[in-house]
């Protein structure tokens, strides 16, 4: 394929337990006409400069990650929601290069979908940052920290979101309460949870 991108072939060489699959995913991708770029550390699978998808592997399986996998019809169910707060991408997940042969054809038409909805201009609907449950215990610390809320009032809604998620993952207060401690100090620098 003329299309590989040279800056990619590393992800390939690098992966020994899921070598054949993923370049399997990979040939699929490229026989739709997609650009193949370096995103994220990952093979990003793009048209026109949107992202389309994206291979990556984990311990038990490879996958396929449709960006806005929320908006295909999704007509084989073959897409799974990655966690429960991912609100937009969807993946097809492998464990053997057989799945992959199998499925190729509806694979390509769910890339061919995808690039549909991109052309379309379609957009996911994003729960609003005020949607998202927040730890009592930075509840707490926003209303004795005035400069601690304008601080996060100012974050982008996606800085607020991550905190919000991170703040209220663990089970235990302590835990949460220690996170809280922990990120005051790069919510006040304006800073996102990753920065």
């Excluded at 060489?13 to 490229?30: F, G, H, P, S, T």
């Excluded at 399986?61 to 609100?87: H, M, P, R, W």
């Excluded at 042969?101 to 694979?107: D, E, G, R």
């Excluded at 991550?162 to 790069?186: G, I, N």
Aim: aromatic share 10%; charged share 30%.
């Amino acid at each position: 394929m003329n299309n590989m991108n040279p800056k990619v072939d590393f992800y390939f060489d690098q992966n020994e337990k899921w070598q054949k699959e993923i370049e399997q995913l990979r040939l699929i991708a490229l026989s739709c006409g997609l650009t193949e770029e370096l995103k994220w550390g990952c093979p990003c699978y793009t048209h026109e400069g949107n992202n389309i998808v994206l291979i990556h592997v984990f311990k038990e399986y490879c996958a396929f990650l449709f960006f806005k996998g929320v908006l295909l019809s999704d007509a084989d169910d073959i897409l799974v929601i990655q966690t429960e707060n991912v609100q937009a991408a969807r993946q097809t997940r492998f464990t053997n290069v057989k799945e992959i042969v199998k499925l190729a054809p509806v694979l390509k038409s769910y890339i061919y979908e995808a690039i549909e909805v991109e052309k379309a201009g379609l957009q996911v609907k994003f729960k609003k940052v005020t949607e998202f449950a927040v730890a009592e215990e930075f509840q707490k610390k926003l209303d004795k920290n005035p400069s601690l809320k304008t601080a996060f009032d100012a974050l982008t809604p996606g800085r607020q979101r991550a905190y919000l998620l991170h703040f209220s993952a663990p089970k235990q207060s302590k835990t949460r309460e220690s996170r809280v401690e922990k990120c005051t100090p790069q919510i006040l620098e304006g800073k996102g949870l990753n920065d």
